[in-house]
């Protein structure tokens, strides 16, 4: 603000310039340019190109050099010069003030309807949100747009556009805006059908030839005539005589999944750290914590004596509920509030994980998990995750740009 100027905008008459057309360089240099002449201040400024066309606001004092009628004159033939419009519209004060509450809404689709988007925004409206700004994230290989929403409290929010979200067919995120959302944080995944491909117990089975069996026991659990110990215990026992050699060869059948390799490298570029918590082996996730370079890692572990498996499991399961301990642990360790964790996970046996993270996304879930969990991503690309927190297409790109460099 010049001397002139009071520091509360709220009664001051101002000016709202909005430039649009055709983009190209030097248009805000120019406009800039145009009304430095004018003396006026500028209070709020926002500029937005979608397929190269550009629309360009600025809200600034009424002039204290020469008239405000001047001052259209000016803007408007500088615009017809471009051949641009100018619209130039008086008021009092800057944009009201938002309401209590902020949060931002990331939708992802595959594609993203009309449909959809109308009917997360009148949902956003319904909750007593206001929509303050909407930019796009990704366009590729999921369009994702983020909502910057005022006015409706988080909670309420989240749970009435997830409940949106399973009748559209869209994955949405809410989280509380603020400072800590680019704070360093923890991210915690599960490893079978999440991170990997694959279920690593089928592995070593396939090998073993005892695929049925295991499925039978698996069946069982989900069944619920069995819980996750006693299914371990009961499918581990199926590997005994095994060769300890076959570790290495389902090591090398172990399959990430499309996009966690991007995943990881983008979180740890941005300061996060990385761990994974799995049901299944530590034979197959030190190897994974060397490969990717996750900061925590922690599973069972397969027995081996005298080059053989012998059919058990040693030290403490990792179940449902230790997931849930080793996420608290690992948020000790490194020195972040569970609230600013992230957990990850596509399994019932994930979900006290799920819930005791800041934020709990199901990955490519079964409807129990999905219905539990704070939001879901239902595409087969694990690097969607980073859309959910706020980080965009272009920044992914730059950090594969620099990590081929």
């Not at 190109?49 to 500088?78: D, F, K, Q, Y």
């Not at 003030?97 to 990331?106: A, C, D, E, L, Y």
């Not at 909670?155 to 556009?161: C, E, I, P, S, V």
């Not at 690097?383 to 272009?394: I, K, N, Q, S």
């Amino acid at each position: 603000m010049s001397a002139s100027q009071p520091t509360d905008t709220a009664d001051v008459p101002t000016l709202l310039v909005k430039i649009f057309g055709k983009d190209r360089p030097g248009i805000t240099a120019g406009l800039f340019d145009t009304l430095a002449a004018f003396s006026v201040d500028v209070i709020d400024l926002e500029q937005v190109v979608t397929r190269g066309r550009i629309v360009l606001c600025a809200l600034v004092t009424e002039p204290t050099t020469g008239s405000a009628g001047e001052l259209r004159s000016t803007i408007h033939s500088w615009a017809d010069s471009l051949r641009m419009q100018a619209e130039i519209i008086s008021g009092i004060g800057d944009n009201r003030p938002r309401g209590v509450g902020r949060s931002h809404v990331t939708v992802l689709g595959h594609p993203l309807t009309a449909e959809s988007t109308a009917s997360i925004a009148a949902c956003i409206t319904a909750t007593g949100g206001n929509i303050d700004r909407i930019f796009r994230l990704a366009k590729y290989p999921v369009t994702a747009v983020e909502f910057a929403v005022s006015g409706a409290e988080t909670g309420l929010l989240r749970t009435a556009l997830a409940t949106e979200a399973s009748v559209l067919g869209v994955d949405v995120a809410v989280v509380s805006a603020g400072l800590h959302r680019r704070a360093q944080r923890l991210i915690v995944m599960d490893v079978d059908s999440t991170l990997i491909q694959d279920e690593v117990i089928e592995l070593f089975a396939a090998h073993a030839g005892c695929e049925d069996e295991v499925a039978e026991v698996t069946a069982a659990a989900m069944r619920g005539e069995l819980d996750f110990e006693q299914s371990l215990h009961a499918r581990v026992a199926l590997l005994e005589g095994l060769d300890a050699s076959v570790v290495d060869k389902v090591r090398s059948e172990v399959r990430l999944t499309p996009g966690a390799r991007t995943l990881i490298r983008t979180l740890k570029r941005l300061g996060y750290q990385v761990g994974v918590v799995s049901g299944g082996f530590t034979q197959v996730t030190d190897d994974l914590r060397e490969r990717l370079g996750l900061d925590f890692a922690h599973a069972n572990t397969l027995e081996i004596v005298d080059g053989k498996l012998t059919g058990r499991v040693t030290g403490e399961i990792v179940d449902r509920a230790g997931k849930a301990r080793l996420l608290r642990r690992f948020a000790s360790e490194a020195g972040v509030p569970l609230a600013q964790t992230v957990a990850i996970g596509d399994g019932a046996n994930d979900l006290d994980m799920l819930n005791a993270a800041g934020l709990g996304i199901a990955f490519n879930a079964k409807p129990l998990v999905r219905a539990a969990a704070h939001t879901a991503v239902n595409v087969p690309f694990l690097d969607a995750v980073l859309y959910l927190l706020g980080v965009t297409r272009e920044e992914v790109e730059e950090v594969e740009a620099a990590t081929e460099d």
